[in-house]
Nanobody
Framework: QVQLVESGGASVQAGGSLRLSCKVSPSIWLVRCMAWFHQAPGKEREEVARIDLDGRTTYTDSVQGRFTASKNSRQNFMSLQMIKLQPEDSGMYYC????????????WGQGTQVNVST
């Protein structure tokens, strides 16, 4: 069983930056792909960044060029560097991981809260 624990959420002003982390236990090598999801208040959860087994990343259009996902296989965590934050980036951010082919997300963290004010 894989456990994911997010951290790094905070309140920032628009234009600011944050770095979210997702600690993977017992090992990041147990998963094939990982992703960050964003859930704004009153809206559905949506995937914003994905990183595969080989470290290749994909992003949704709204965060392309502002968010960067990366992983540290030695220390078992994934990060999401966020810059130029906007109020619409506010909400819960969840880390997800999949161990099966096809990048199906079986494991989820509890989320970390990001608030971006004007």
């Amino acid at each position: 069983q894989v456990q994911l624990v997010e951290s790094g959420g905070a309140s920032v002003q628009a234009g600011g930056s944050l770095r979210l982390s997702c600690k993977v236990s017992p090992s990041i090598w147990l998963v094939r792909c990982m992703a960050w999801f964003h859930q704004a208040p009153g809206k559905e959860r949506e995937e914003v960044a994905r990183i595969d087994l080989d470290g290749r990343t994909t992003y949704t259009d709204s965060v392309q060029g502002r968010f960067t996902a990366s992983k540290n296989s030695r220390q078992n965590f994934m990060s999401l560097q966020m810059i130029k934050l906007q109020p619409e980036d506010s909400g819960m951010y969840y880390c997800a991981a999949g161990a099966r082919a096809g990048c199906l997300f079986d494991f989820w963290g509890q989320g970390t809260q990001v608030n971006v004010s004007t």
